[in-house]
């Protein structure tokens, strides 16, 4: 049972693009929601995290939408940029009893931006 | 300040043997998270120490076991090795338990077994 689905597999945008990842999540008890970004060889790190009690989060080029009646969260990166070519995956997190807080991942979503 | 590191970061093994996988969390990080990310299946939450104890593990056999030392390292052991065990394993720490600490991951150890 998946319970945080994302989409799409993979994505190419052009060098200024927009890049739209999204995802949709099954257990209404999630109650935050984080984005990880992962380059080749390396373990995946934070890049921006929302809580189901806002429908907008804005960091720099990164902008996390929320829509919880829907159950749907997206990543949303402006302009972007080579350097942004890696694997994001979204995720999910509530407290599964005794104060744990594990992560539940999308399945990834692999961004190319070409020049 | 040193980030998540892991050890070995490649091991081969054959089917049947027993693999253990090292995690340093980032100093002052008492609560450590393991995850498996096989290929097409992203990352799936396999335990959580926190201040030496096992709190909580995902659905995963119990031949994947671990343990979570004084200093809050952490090993992994997989016993019993399968084909399908294949895959990247990858730890994270957390200062202290909570749903806003963000989890600091390590460069994982890809383990293949043949």
């Known amino acids: 049972q998946q319970q945080v689905k994302q989409s799409p597999q993979s994505l190419i945008v052009q060098k200024g693009g927009i890049s739209i990842i999204n995802c949709a999540y099954e257990?209404?008890?999630?109650?935050?929601f984080p984005w990880y970004q992962q380059f080749p060889g390396k373990g995946p790190a934070l890049l921006i995290a929302i809580r189901p009690d806002v429908s907008e989060k804005k960091e720099g080029r990164f902008t996390i939408s929320f829509n919880k009646s829907a159950k749907q969260f997206s990543l949303h990166i402006m302009d972007s940029q080579p350097g942004d070519s890696a694997t994001y995956f979204c995720?999910?997190?509530?407290?599964?009893?005794?104060?744990?807080?594990?992560?539940?991942f999308g399945k990834g979503t692999k961004l190319s931006v070409i020049p | 300040e040193a980030g998540v590191t892991q050890s070995p970061t490649h091991l081969i093994k054959t089917r049947g043997q027993q693999a253990t996988l090292r995690c340093s969390p980032i100093s002052g990080h008492t609560s450590v998270y393991w995850y498996q990310q096989a290929l097409g299946l992203g990352l799936q939450f396999l335990l959580w120490y926190d201040e030496g104890e096992e709190r909580n593990r995902g659905n995963f056999p119990p031949r994947f076991s671990g343990r979570q030392f004084p200093n809050y390292s952490s090993e992994l052991n997989v016993n019993a090795l399968e084909l399908e065990d294949s895959a990247l394993y990858l730890c994270a720490s957390t200062r202290q338990t909570g749903w806003r600490e963000t989890q600091y991951f390590g460069p994982g150890t890809r383990l293949l077994v043949l």
């Open positions: 995720a999910a997190s509530r407290d599964s009893g005794a104060g744990s807080y594990q992560l539940t």
């Open positions: 257990n209404t008890a999630f109650d935050y």
